[in-house]
């Protein structure tokens, strides 16, 4: 804080702020804030990062703790590469952790010995890495799952499954906790929350398993516990979706009471229902309803509004006939319509150029048809692409065509208006000026603000922030009320004029700053 200019900035910041201080300045000029489709500034674009079986990260067991690290700033550094802002990291894959938990052991994914100590934290690496580089974490665990094997020998003798062996059915050759025992609920809830409490995750994240998917011939024997537990109802089935409402419903109220800023957000099988099982359900003949056959009631996770964004997995083709993408879309977001609750879209990366299922997924182009598609349903606000090592192998390049026509700007995360925050005031623009890298700029901004974003324009208007069009960047914002930015994508002899706006942790965006020609 050595330039005159930046130190008379501060000053009118925290006038601005706190009352009177130093000369007056004046606003800086309103620009457009209506909403455009040209170029769309607000998506989630998101990739999941699977640990479980060494799918994603780490590579396989028994990397060393500096070969982790290396690894999953590659996957990070990738996702910045493809314009995406989110990662959604597998912490908690089968009843263990990512993290030094007082409640589990550390994953076997990690070091291939259940139990055994990585050399550093994952969660906390992953955490600050992910920041550093302006992305969102959302840390995903698995909650019944305890093992793909079905052995309880093969576990820690000190795991919670081993020492409470009425809390485990064995099922299709794996093992998992009964989710209609109320301890075991609340177990898997205080594992999730020490996570959320110790760490500096933006958000907690489900996939699609809850009751196991059925396996023909089996039955999950949890008869005892229906007979002990679910005098109330009936029906089994009845139960069990209100086992898992009550772990949506509880873990919703925990998050937002420890962390009102922390989003939950569920990724389930794409079918509800069937219409022809429900006429409420989707235009579809799946083979699998979440409803009737994992226990899981997600409309009602959506109506009741415990969940703040709902990431169907439709893993299908525009067309298909059991499960036409189109028509699935079409049905979450009429489901989406009228709550708060973001739309998400789980796109399947791991068909593109493999799949026999359909001759679409041999087209380069049918993903970038789905985010076209989805252009024509307002409530989808972004996607979430299965999964990383997919999204990197590119197969018959058909994330450059995604990226090409549809990721050319960067995006920042639509605002969450059901966890609160406030747009920070806006910076004050100090300086835009040439270096070796391109133009620099410098800035104060309000002690509030995570994320910068910095607009760029060619010659001397500086008006339009509606859409992404003139948007540079959205970055992480440093410690302290200096900020600066090196624009290294212009062009020698071309005159330009900057703005730069502020966001809360949520994504509110402040207006303008002054601009700055150069």
Request: charged share 20%; proline share 8%.
């Amino acid at each position: 804080m050595k330039r005159p200019g930046l130190l008379a900035a501060v000053l009118v910041l925290t006038g601005a702020l706190l009352g009177p201080v130093g000369p007056a300045v004046a606003a800086p000029a309103p620009c457009s804030a209506q909403s455009s489709q040209k170029v769309p500034k607000r998506q989630v674009r998101a990739e999941w990062i699977a640990s479980v079986a060494n799918i994603d990260w780490p590579s396989r067991p028994g990397l060393t703790a500096t070969e982790q690290r290396a690894e999953l700033v590659g996957w990070f550094d990738g996702a910045v590469s493809r314009r995406l802002n989110t990662v959604v990291l597998q912490v908690r894959p089968t009843a263990d952790a990512f993290w030094p938990s007082p409640f589990e052991p550390w994953s076997e994914w990690l070091t291939g010995v259940q139990g055994q100590d990585p050399g550093y934290d994952p969660l906390a690496f992953a955490v600050a890495e992910a920041h550093r580089r302006g992305l969102e974490l959302h840390a995903w665990f698995n909650p019944y799952r305890v093992a793909v094997h079905a052995d309880p020998s093969r576990l820690r003798p000190d795991h919670p499954a081993r020492t409470h062996p009425d809390w485990v059915v064995p099922y299709g050759g794996k093992l998992y906790y009964n989710p209609g025992i109320p301890e075991v609920r609340r177990f898997a809830e205080d594992a999730i929350m020490d996570a959320v409490q110790r760490y500096d995750i933006d958000g907690v994240h489900f996939d699609d398993y809850f009751y196991p998917y059925p396996v023909a011939g089996q039955q999950f024997d949890d008869e005892a516990t229906y007979q002990r537990y679910g005098s109330a109802f009936p029906v089994k089935a009845d139960w069990r979706r209100a086992t898992i409402d009550l772990l949506v419903a509880e873990l919703s109220t925990r998050i937002h009471r420890a962390k009102p800023w922390v989003k939950f957000g569920i990724s389930p099988f794409a079918v509800w229902r069937n219409k022809g099982t429900d006429p409420a359900g989707s235009d579809t003949t799946a083979g699998v309803q979440t409803y009737d056959d994992l226990a899981a009631d997600t409309r009602k996770w959506v109506r009741e509004r415990w969940i703040d964004y709902v990431a169907p997995q439709v893993y299908w083709n525009i067309g298909f006939p059991a499960a036409d993408y189109a028509k699935v879309v079409a049905w979450w977001s009429s489901q989406a319509d009228g709550t708060p609750v973001h739309l998400y879209i789980g796109q399947a990366n791991h068909k593109v150029g493999v799949s026999a299922q359909s001759p679409a997924w041999n087209d380069p182009a049918e993903l970038s048809e789905h985010l076209t598609f989805n252009r024509s349903h307002p409530q989808v606000r972004g996607d979430v692409f299965f999964s990383a090592k997919d999204v990197r192998a590119n197969r018959l390049a058909h994330m450059d065509v995604l990226q090409a026509q549809h990721y050319t700007r960067p995006a920042m995360i639509p605002v969450m208006d059901q966890r609160g925050g406030k747009a920070p005031h806006h910076p004050i623009l100090v300086s835009a000026r040439r270096s070796d890298a391109g133009v620099r700029l410098d800035w104060v901004s309000d002690p509030r603000t995570a994320y910068f974003a910095v607009y760029r324009f060619d010659g001397t208007a500086a008006c339009d922030l509606a859409d992404a069009t003139h948007l540079v960047t959205v970055a992480r914002a440093k410690a302290g009320i200096v900020q600066s930015f090196d624009d290294t994508g212009v062009q020698p002899g071309r005159d330009h004029t900057y703005v730069v706006t502020s966001l809360d942790r949520l994504h509110h965006e402040s207006g303008p700053s002054n601009p700055k020609h150069r």
